[in-house]
C-alpha cells in the first residue's frame, strides 16, 4: 500500500510504503531506483500489526520502479502500486508516481 502527502512548500512528496498485512516477514527492505537499488539503503520499520513501513522524500513529476526484499532473499511487489513493468531479470516492478 502506498500512501502521498505532496508538500506545499518543496517540490516532493513523502511516500510512505506499508506491506501486506498477510506478509510474514523478519525484516523488508524497500528497493528502487530512488536508492540505486541498494539492498540496504531503506530498511523498514515493523508495526504491531505485522505490517513493515518506510517513508522516502521523492521529487514531483516522476515514475519510481521499486519492490520489497524480504529476509534479504525473496522480491515482492506492492499489489496497490500505481502500475507495474516488466524487469531485466523475471517478472515486474512496481511504479510509484509521484
Known amino acids: 500500500m502506498l ?5 506545499k512548500s518543496k517540490d516532493i ?21 530512488f536508492n540505486g537499488w541498494n539492498e540496504s539503503a531503506t530498511p523498514m520499520t515493523a508495526l504491531k500489526d505485522g505490517r513493515f513501513k518506510a517513508t522516502v522524500d521523492l521529487p514531483r513529476n516522476k515514475q519510481y520502479q521499486f519492490r520489497y526484499l524480504i529476509d534479504e532473499c525473496e522480491w515482492h511487489n506492492d499489489w496497490a502500486a500505481d502500475q507495474y513493468v516488466p524487469n531485466p531479470f523475471s517478472g515486474d516492478n512496481s511504479v510509484v508516481e509521484v
Open 13 to 33: 512528496c513523502k511516500v510512505t510504503f506499508y506491506t501486506a498485512p498477510e506478509l510474514t516477514a523478519e525484516s523488508v527492505a524497500l528497493v528502487g531506483d
Open 3 to 7: 500512501k502521498k502527502k505532496y508538500l
